[in-house]
């Protein structure tokens, strides 16, 4: 049976992949282990660990003999990965605005305010960190953790850091709208709109 990954490991992977996907690592780096040893004060065989654990979600690449670099994502991927999202995310409507409470609507909002406030005063990474924030709080709206769970996880696989994600200003401004809009049909309670500006949401970086 396979070893029960401990809290400490998979915290550093979390760490690792946070950093691959917030765009401190570009696709095709090389990830030397001794320097992460140093970047997340962790010991060799916990960093082995925790890239061993990225691998196996394609995040990096293991060449034998060689080390580990940050997976380089096909276009084909990238348009797979997407694909998934929309039905995975969109199928997750019915449940969100079945289960959303005031509480949870009001915590959506101020996220939204919070990502539309950046747009004058905060950098790429700002923005990535507070969007990270509003999708991870909407599904955990979910009743179905399992739902929730994979979506997660294919949010984890997509190309998402702030250089790619964002290339234009228009587009944040447009992810910032969508974000108001999602808030918005979730408090009226209505799927079907919600699953139209889900679908919109994740294919605007097509």
Known sequence: MPKKKTAGQSSLADRIAHDIQSGNYGAGAWLKQIDMQERYEAKRLDVRRALDQ??????????????????AMSQQRQDEIRDIRVMLETGAAADLVAHATQARIKNLRALAERFAGLLHEGTLLDQYEVNLAFHSAMYDICSNRELASLIEDMRGRAPSAPATQWWTRARIEQSAREHFQIVEAIEARDAARLRKIIAAHINQDA
């Open 54 to 71: 990225l691998v196996h979600k394609r995040l990096i690449e293991h060449i034998p003999n060689r080390g580990y670099h940050v997976y």
